[in-house]
């Protein structure tokens, strides 16, 4: 099963995962404007973007423990992952900036006054970097500081989670669950050395 | 003694010439759609030109914690709330205590058309026609005691049909509660109906409190108990969040919410590049309520 799902991501090329992933913006955007989104279709177009870029980021974090624990190896698409989850979220953060608050000033405010609002825009400071550097060119000239520096989506999704589980009103369960998956995938990625001394 | 609050007002105090044509059309308009009780209509509303929102609007875009935390899980699984029989509990420090059905509530008060802004704490806003009576009716019916200073409403416990009862989202059952003055006021309605027709169960089926100038979660649907007492009753969501949600929750663009502007809102059914509007104060019904908050700091009052 897992060898039959490698030799398939195997012939899969990471610009099909591009294409994939890219496809809903524009559709749920089009959707949108043609009512097909509901009747507040600025909010439901803000929550799709931001709650596609919350499971792409995810998704990115488990790459690494599905190698790890499963054999499954889709390490080649964890760029592609990455970058769509960015681009999710810069969308996310333009609806909600042009659409929704519709004003410089009150974007500002908003940024600075309400803290699920700053904790997301902190998110989206982390993973900037990430995106400018997601190319071939920089892996080389940084080097072994690349690896460090993309650590910061650790930090970012945990940011991420922490802007759902606040931004709704009262404690909801599917934000709950969206924080339990990040907690449990970040723990599996943790260093295996207790599990070692355990079974020696 | 229905229809107070039109009588609080003449055309000629609150109509600007230009208004007269528009409030035409807008009669006009709403007689094509063949809608009832258009002549029930509240001057000051019809004056002011307001636009009803669609009925699919109203109905399928709720927040009604008892069905699901999402906009259309109410539209979704309302479905299964029985509504008859419905007996309301009228308790407390009236003279005539005691279970009230629907019916016999109904045989007895005078239903009327208000057209009303309706705006929501997450910063939108909607237009309703609704069809009710005047709180103020029942509670005269109720025989309200001089000792009574607040008037406590209770929603339907019933998580079998309810299912977001289930859940722990808020502690059941949603409660609200006004000042006794607040709820005697003539713009304060137990809606029953929207467009002519029964209310539907995602709105808050049978009968539901409508206050125009507070956010819309004072508003409580399914009521099944009204308590007349001398404390100030909890309501659901300061106890969830005090910090956020106060007893009073008035309208107003002036005091911010920890989580949204109150300056301005999103009028439903502008579509995606809709522009946002101001808040009014009061929810633009300053001129009826604001006395009732004479002297008091509205910022620490939220």
């Not at chain 1, 333009?94 to 902190?122: C, E, H, N, S």
């Not at chain 2, 910090?243 to 107003?252: L, P």
Request: hydrophobic residues 45%.
């Amino acid at each position: 099963m897992i060898d039959t799902l490698n030799t398939y991501a195997r012939k899969l090329p990471a610009w099909a995962v591009y294409l994939i992933g890219f496809a809903p913006m524009p559709f749920l955007f089009w959707q949108g404007i043609t009512g097909a989104l509901g009747v507040d279709p600025v909010k439901a177009l803000e929550h799709e973007y931001g709650e596609l870029a919350l499971q792409l980021l995810v998704l990115g974090l488990a790459i690494t423990p599905a190698r790890r624990h499963l054999g499954l190896n889709l390490l080649k698409f964890r760029r592609a992952i990455g970058v769509l989850s960015f681009f999710y979220v810069l969308a996310h953060l333009l609806v909600w900036a042009v659409l929704d608050v519709q004003a410089l000033g009150a974007v500002w405010a908003d940024i600075l006054k309400r803290p699920y609002i700053t904790i997301g825009m902190a998110a989206f400071a982390l993973l900037l970097p990430l995106a400018i550097t997601s190319n071939n060119r920089s892996v080389r000239k940084l080097g072994p500081r690349w690896r460090q520096l993309h650590k910061l989506t650790y930090p970012a999704v945990i940011l991420g989670g922490v802007h759902y589980v606040w931004l709704v009103k009262g404690w909801q369960v599917e934000p709950l669950i969206y924080m339990a998956v990040i907690l449990t995938l970040l723990a599996l990625r943790a260093p295996k050395k207790r599990k070692v001394r355990v079974a020696a | 003694m229905a229809g107070r609050w039109k009588n609080t007002l003449t055309e000629n105090d609150v109509t600007p010439e230009a208004n007269y044509l528009s409030r035409r059309s807008l009669l006009a308009g709403m007689a094509g759609v063949g809608l009832a009780g258009v002549a029930g209509l509240p001057t000051a509303a019809r004056a002011q030109g307001l636009k009803a929102n669609t009925y699919e609007e109203i109905t399928t875009y709720n927040n009604f914690y008892e069905f699901g935390t999402g906009k259309d899980d109410p539209a979704k699984y309302a479905g299964s709330l029985t509504t008859s029989p419905w007996t309301v509990k009228i308790d407390g420090m009236v003279d005539n205590p005691g279970n009230y059905q629907f019916e016999d509530i109904m045989a007895k008060m005078t239903i009327e058309e208000r057209l009303y802004r309706f705006r929501c704490v997450e910063a939108w806003s909607m237009v309703v026609p609704w069809n009710g009576f005047e709180l103020a009716d029942l509670l005269n019916m109720a025989g309200v005691q001089s000792r009574a200073k607040y008037v406590a409403f209770e929603t339907l416990y019933r998580p079998d049909e309810m299912p977001g009862q289930k859940t722990r989202v808020l502690k059941w059952p949603y409660v609200e509660g006004l000042r006794l003055d607040e709820a005697m006021h003539p713009l304060t309605i137990m809606a029953t109906g929207i467009y002519g027709k029964d209310l539907p169960n995602q709105n808050g089926a049978p009968l539901r409190l409508v206050v125009p100038w507070k956010y819309g979660f004072k508003s409580i649907k399914s009521v099944v108990r009204i308590t007349l007492t001398d404390k100030e009753p909890p309501t659901s969501w300061n106890r969830a969040n005090a910090r956020e949600y106060g007893f009073y929750s008035n309208v107003n663009p002036e005091v911010d919410h920890p989580r949204w502007s109150q300056a301005t809102e999103r009028r439903i059914g502008g579509g995606l590049f809709t522009k946002r509007i101001d808040t009014l104060k009061f929810n633009g019904y300053e001129k009826e309520v604001a006395g009732l908050y004479q002297g008091m700091d509205l910022a620490k009052f939220f």
